[in-house]
């Protein structure tokens, strides 16, 4: 599975944005999808999971309430919606595949190549 992210940008606080994570070949909707993101200077983190065929989600505490995860298996897509935006959300965003379930550990098979989303106050 190939993976390549779009729709990070330069956003101020309050804004909001929507990445896009389109996925190579047939078989997208066996993947389990998540979103990461690492800021300048710390480790990568988990933002959002959702499941196979999307009726489960799970979210970092930090996200809940602001960011929403869906997918359109049809489009081989996972989107992540971001409201309310925060400097604190400044990051490069990652998506990531495993197969079968979701996890909100760094434990994907397959990787994206990250966007930039930076949050101005």
């Known amino acids: 599975v190939q993976l390549q992210a779009s729709g990070g940008g330069l956003v101020q606080a309050g804004g909001s944005l929507r990445l896009s994570c389109a996925a190579s070949?047939?078989?997208?909707?066996?993947?389990?999808m998540g979103w990461f993101r690492q800021a300048p200077g710390k480790e990568r983190e988990f933002v959002a999971a959702?499941?196979?065929?999307?009726?489960?989600?799970s979210y970092a505490d930090s996200v809940k309430g602001r960011f929403t995860i869906s997918r359109d298996n049809a489009k081989n897509t996972v989107y992540l919606q971001m409201n309310s935006l925060k400097p604190e959300d400044t990051a490069v965003y990652y998506c990531?595949?495993?197969?079968?379930?979701?996890?909100?550990?760094?434990?994907?098979?397959?990787w994206g190549q990250g966007t930039q989303v930076t949050v101005s106050s």
């Open positions: 990531a595949a495993r197969p079968l379930s979701i996890a909100t550990t760094q434990t994907y098979n397959y």
């Open positions: 070949g047939r078989t997208f909707s066996t993947y389990g």
């Open positions: 959702i499941s196979r065929g999307g009726g489960g989600t």
